[in-house]
């Protein structure tokens, strides 16, 4: 049987071990945050540090976080000294981990008296430390007021938990029952995947079924970008600060086969949780690219093998020690929009307008430990052809699955939801009109502290070819009077008296092409469907 | 006792009676404009056949895929929606996931929601968490929506306020308002009439498909009535609902959503059914038709039951990714499904193999059936390996020459590989998918299927069984006599039963277990008006609730020991929980645990008729056929079941063909035929 075939087959089995391993992760972990699948993550990668197979159910942007990790825990622990049983764990932003309360553990699949493979998951744990509960503090102006520094430990062995660093990891959180539920779903999950990699390995031959897997989607992923059009192109996107822009400079480079991915010109790091680490940098790149080959590849190695990706080290895309990487979202966010805005130029027709982007939020009580952390999502851009969709999850790839629902949070929390919806006229105009933004009202019962983190709300999204910009939104606070105060795009611990309203709009996506040309039909089902009001 | 069971596919409508013992089948194609057509012809003939009269039919149970056809389809009433103010684009924005290829797609369109704007509406209300009336319903504001409502001349209307699982006194309000100013009969459906649990959003969408699907249900089911009264059947009309159980057919309409999964739910039933007569009670079915490969669980002696379930969902483990498709809140068997039958169209992309989803169906077939398909299925590949019997296919001859033609043209050349290797592979990558199905009943929850039966259910089933248990190390495979119709068979024996529920929040170490008891009493008293039982002895009452750690999302439902609720019951229940979630994520823990809802079923045993032993053999000279095993071709024997007698025994590798199936024995498997024609094989030790 040919070896495309086997790579079929085997390719099924090693995709459920990763997507069985998140679901585990997911479904007994204890941080609201991701019950429902959007910060986590699952993969099986080899001792080489290949990626071998990915969660598909979870957040694409994390996808390159394992694999940008786990050389680092072989570095700190060489392979000849793991033993089977043991569990890694680490969430240093510097060496391939995203921040503080991302999680990731690793453990060893032995095959042939040798750790040959790992698997690993993660997930955003409900609280590690830091300024801010849930790991939002948008004034944290280094790493260590993010939380709790976890390089590479080995957090457990065959003979059970390092006792000592688990009573650590509960002294330095909030919720410390919650933490180590965190913990024990994240350890489930890789034990779950282990089990799976060694009935593969006991099977048949594994590592060759694997080379050939990886080397297949390499050369599908070669001959998809070949098909781009050999050239340099480039793109850029400002991310907001205050009174300050700080902008993200790509220029995407298509050779023979492959794509070099260029950072350089990018401003330098900030002493605020704005940058981003090399890891997160990279998934929110390999998402951006995957936009443009067929996206029925498979995450692996086969995807990064013909992609160079240079982030300046000690600039906003990949920072260095102590600048702190937690709120890298809008800086990934941006390079995203660059490499699209790149590629747009490389296929004219096939780029978009600019997204309002996701917008998380935490709610904390004041007197007593509560946290309410979610996010909405802003209106994606028009592109050629299509009106952008309303309130969905432009540049990452989820969908609004992961906005909880109104009854289990009213049923949990001291807050109530007084509307969930769309904003009229916010998608910005153009032949092909923008999606639309919305608005969450949130009033709380008790006293409160918020903490925003916000993007494109000072600068809206911009539209395309002619097409407008989008409605900036924004977050406020409702005074007891019902006066609407506008708050920082990147707010922390900004307090609500029991009573008041916490609001959150998100910007709509920018219009594509001339509004004039806009077809009569298309601005007529606007109107009528409230999309519109003039 | 007298009955007729039917089951309307995508490709087959399969009629089964049981006339006097004796059991009577029919497979008419689906006739898909008027589905009432095909069933009558095969209800004619069975009728026939048995020398049986129509008015002499004392049972008709009834599967249909109607309902889901009608929302993949949309082509449900026209309905509006009222909710609480703040929420009226609840449904628009809904909750949508994007999976796999379309989280790619930057020109991603989310689809039409389910209710168009102009048809959503929202009233001044507003509950607490607890049900407490924060704000009390608006009732001129509701009477001007009723008014608009009306001016739109909808067929049905959906009411989901928020909360109101937990106080229904303003959906009621708020209904009665409505039907008061719609011409009479309009149903105006609540949600906390329809499923009255937590969640607000699968809530919304149970209601609106429960208004969407019922008008539609109920014209079908007075058409379908009609119908058989015009040939002279009276016996009333039960429709399988998606949990394994039928529902009278007047239930059927007004709680459509509950049949979703009426016809794959019947294959789950049947394997249980022969599974039970084999005293066996872990089993796995595995029923494969032209179109799609379905696998299911049984444990002991049960089929599993879901409470999440989506329609029309996507990706690729099985088609239930949570947040893909329509989710509705009503017990379901728990299946998976994958596109992967008898009529899957092989294609290669890219230098890559790949099977399905898209079927040659009935029309125009595949290649082999010389009605037109040139496209090579998954029925080619296994003609081309010997594993049916070129004239034994029922009424149609099977041409390997079209066959082989399919294949090479469409597998073999782009592959470089010869016609042979091209059928194995398509063989085996068939396997693989239907495989991805058994894999998400079984290993992805943690159950090890290696201890469980494989039953074959369905045309395409016999022939992939065998090869499938391999994969997994399942030692055992039941065929049952008449697979081919395997899950109208299982209709025969679905008892009448209904399912109702009620969210119930509260610490499991301080519930109230007389509040708990007061729920389930009255569940259990809706649902027997529900079967208009009046008699408080009759039936089977089961009784469950919905677990979780404290500050946890994912509940699991467990049984709840008979008799009255006491604190033994709910601790008992607790360490039930406990056992399914360290058997589940391997993780054993004893921290605090919530309720989260009670659940009760009400269920009438069928008075199933009882079936008498096979026709006697009949003689057919031994044959062989060249056949794949093992990766060469081998010449094997081949059986017809028919002439087979009870307690023969055959060895693989063999093929035992019968009218529209054909049982592949691999090397290593040994089989036996039973008294009721059902053929028992065996995985020898490893050799």
């Known amino acids: 049987m040919n070896a495309d075939l086997t790579a079929e087959i085997l390719r099924n089995a090693l995709r459920v071990a990763a997507e069985e391993a998140s679901i585990v992760v997911v479904r007994s972990a204890y941080s609201t945050f991701i019950v429902e699948g959007a910060d986590a993550a699952a993969a099986i990668l080899d001792a080489d540090g290949r990626l071998v197979a990915h969660s598909l159910s979870t957040a694409i942007v994390q996808c390159a976080s394992l694999r940008s990790a786990l050389p680092y825990v072989i570095d700190a622990y060489p392979l000849a000294g793991m033993r089977p049983g043991d569990v890694f764990c680490s969430n240093d932003v510097y060496q391939g981990g995203v921040h503080a309360n991302d999680l990731l553990v690793f453990r060893p699949v032995f095959a042939g008296g040798s750790p040959a493979y790992f698997t690993g998951t993660l997930i955003h744990v409900a609280d590690l430390s830091g300024l801010s509960a849930g790991g939002m503090a948008s004034d944290a102006t280094d790493v260590f007021l993010e939380g709790l520094q976890l390089p590479p430990v080995r957090i457990a062995t065959a003979a059970g938990w390092d006792e000592g660093l688990v009573r650590v990891l509960a002294a330095n959180s909030r919720t410390p029952e919650r933490l180590l539920g965190d913990l024990r779903a994240l350890v489930a999950g890789v034990n779950v995947a282990a089990r799976r990699v060694e009935t593969l390995a006991a099977e048949q031959d594994l590592a060759a079924g694997i080379d050939g897997y990886l080397a297949h989607t390499e050369a599908r992923m070669r001959e998809e970008l070949a098909r781009l059009p050999t050239g340099t192109y480039e793109g850029e996107y400002a991310v907001e600060d205050g009174d300050e822009r700080h902008r993200v400079r790509v220029a995407v480079t298509v050779r023979g086969e492959g794509v070099l991915v260029d950072f350089a010109g990018t401003d330098p790091q900030v002493a605020k949780p704005v940058n981003s680490g090399f890891s997160q940098t990279l998934g929110g790149v390999m998402y951006a690219l995957r936009c443009f080959v067929d996206p029925a590849l498979p995450m692996n190695e086969g995807c990064f093998a013909p992609v160079e990706v240079r982030m300046p080290e000690g600039s906003l895309v990949n920072c260095t020690k102590p600048y702190p990487g937690g709120g890298r979202w809008a800086t990934v966010a941006a390079a995203e929009e660059a490499v699209f805005a790149a590629l747009t130029r490389a296929l004219p027709g096939r780029g978009a307008a600019a997204s309002g982007i996701l917008q998380a939020f935490s709610i904390s009580g004041a007197t007593r430990p509560w946290l309410h952390m979610a996010f909405e999502l802003g209106g994606m851009g028009a592109r050629y052809g299509r009106d952008g969709p309303d309130a969905t999850g432009a540049l990452f790839g989820g969908g609004r699955n992961i906005i909880p629902q109104v009854e289990p949070i009213e049923a949990r929390l001291p807050v109530r939801i007084e509307e969930v919806a769309p904003i009229p006229d916010s998608g910005g105009r153009g032949r092909w009109r923008g999606g639309l933004g919305t608005r969450t009202v949130i009033r709380v019962l008790e006293d409160a502290l918020v903490d925003t983190r916000g993007d494109r709300l000072l600068d809206p999204p911009a539209g395309a070819e002619g097409g407008g910009h989008g409605r900036a939104g924004g977050y406020f606070r409702e005074r007891l009077d019902g006066v609407r105060e506008p708050l920082p795009p990147k707010a922390t611990r900004s307090p609500l008296r029991a009573g008041e309203a916490f609001v959150v709009e998100t910007s709509g996506g920018g219009g594509y092409g001339d509004p004039a040309e806009r077809d009569p039909d298309a601005v007529a089902r606007d109107l009528r469907d409230g999309r519109v009001t003039r | ?687």
């Open chain 2, 1 to 687: 006792m007298t009955a007729l069971a039917t089951d309307i596919g995508g490709t087959f409508t399969d009629v089964v009676l049981v006339a006097d013992g004796r059991l009577h089948v029919a497979k008419t194609l689906t006739t898909p404009d008027d589905p009432t057509e095909g069933l009558l012809r095969g209800v004619r003939r069975v009728l026939a056949d048995a020398g049986v009269a129509p008015a002499s039919v004392d049972r008709f149970t009834h599967a249909t895929t109607l309902a889901t056809n009608v929302i993949l389809e949309r082509r449900g009433a026209a309905v509006a929606f009222v909710t609480t103010r703040g929420f009226r684009s609840m449904l628009a924005l809904g909750r949508q996931a994007r999976v796999e290829e379309e989280r790619y797609d930057l020109a991603y369109s989310p689809g039409e929601p389910p209710v168009p704007p102009t048809r959503t509406f929202e009233v001044p209300e507003r509950l607490a968490a607890d049900g407490t009336v924060l704000t009390p319903l608006d009732e001129d504001a509701a009477l001007r929506v009723a008014e608009r409502v009306a001016d739109l001349g909808v067929a049905a209307v959906a009411i989901c306020l928020l909360h109101s699982h937990a106080n229904d006194a303003h959906e009621r309000r708020l209904a009665a308002i409505l039907a008061d100013r719609l011409p009479a009969g309009t149903p105006v459906v609540t949600s906390s009439e329809v499923w009255p649990e937590l969640g607000e959003y699968e809530r919304a969408t149970t209601t609106l498909m429960s208004a969407y699907v019922g008008p539609v249900m109920g014209v079908y089911l007075r058409r379908l009535r009609d119908r058989l009264a015009e040939v002279g059947i009276t016996a009333p009309v039960h429709v399988m609902e998606s949990a394994g159980g039928v529902l009278p057919a007047g239930l059927a309409a007004s709680r459509a959503v509950y049949t979703i999964e009426s016809g794959p739910a019947a294959g789950v039933v049947a394997a249980a059914r022969e599974g039970a007569r084999h005293g066996l009670a872990d089993l796995i079915s595995f029923d494969m038709g032209g179109t799609t490969a379905k696998a299911g669980l049984v444990r002991d002696g049960r089929p599993g039951v879901t409470h999440e379930f989506q329609v029309g969902g996507k990706g690729s483990f099985g088609g239930r990714r949570p947040g893909t498709g329509v989710p509705i809140k009503v017990p379901a068997i728990d299946l998976a499904e994958v596109g992967s039958g008898g009529g899957s169209i092989a294609w290669v992309e890219a230098g890559g193999l790949r099977v399905g989803p898209r079927s040659a169906g009935a029309a125009p077939g595949p290649a082999c059936y010389g009605r037109g398909g040139t496209l090579p299925t998954v029925t080619d590949a296994d003609l081309v390996l010997g594993y049916l019997d070129p004239d034994g296919f029922g009424d149609l001859r099977l041409r390997p020459d079209l066959a082989e033609d399919a294949l090479a043209r469409h597998v073999a050349k782009p592959l470089g590989v010869d016609v042979v290797e091209a059928a194995a592979a398509v063989h085996d990558i068939a396997g693989a998918q239907m495989g991805t199905a058994v894999h998400v009943v079984t290993v992805r929850r943690g159950v090890d299927p290696r201890g469980f039966t494989l039953v074959a259910l369905g045309g395409a089933a016999p022939t992939h069984a065998a090869g499938l248990a391999e994969r997994f190390g399942i030692r055992r495979v039941l065929v049952p006599a008449r697979c081919g119709v395997g899950s109208a068979a299982g209709l025969l024996h679905a008892d009448l039963a209904i399912e109702r529920s009620r969210s119930f929040l509260a610490p499991a170490a301080a519930a109230d277990p007389a509040a708990l008891e007061t729920v389930l009493a009255d569940l259990e008293a809706a649902c027997r008006a529900d079967l208009a039982l009046g008699d408080a002895r009759r039936g089977r009452v089961t009784r469950a609730a919905g677990l979780r750690f404290a500050g946890q999302a994912h509940a699991f439902t467990v049984e709840l020991r008979p008799g009255p609720v006491t604190r033994e019951v709910v601790d008992a229940a607790v360490q039930e929980f406990y056992a399914r979630y360290r058997a589940s994520y391997g993780i054993d823990l004893h921290d605090p645990a919530e309720l989260t809802v009670a659940r009760v079923r009400v269920s009438l045993p069928a008075g199933a008729p009882d079936l008498r032993g096979t026709e006697p053999p009949r003689p057919v000279p031994a044959r062989t056929r060249r056949a794949w095993f093992g990766g060469a071709f081998r010449e094997v024997p081949v059986r017809e079941r028919a002439a087979c007698v009870p307690g023969e025994r055959f060895a693989g590798p063999c093929v035992i063909t019968e009218p529209q199936a054909s049982l592949v024995v691999p090397p290593g498997w040994n089989g036996v035929l039973d008294d009721h024609g059902a053929v028992s094989l065996e995985r020898a030790e490893d050799p």
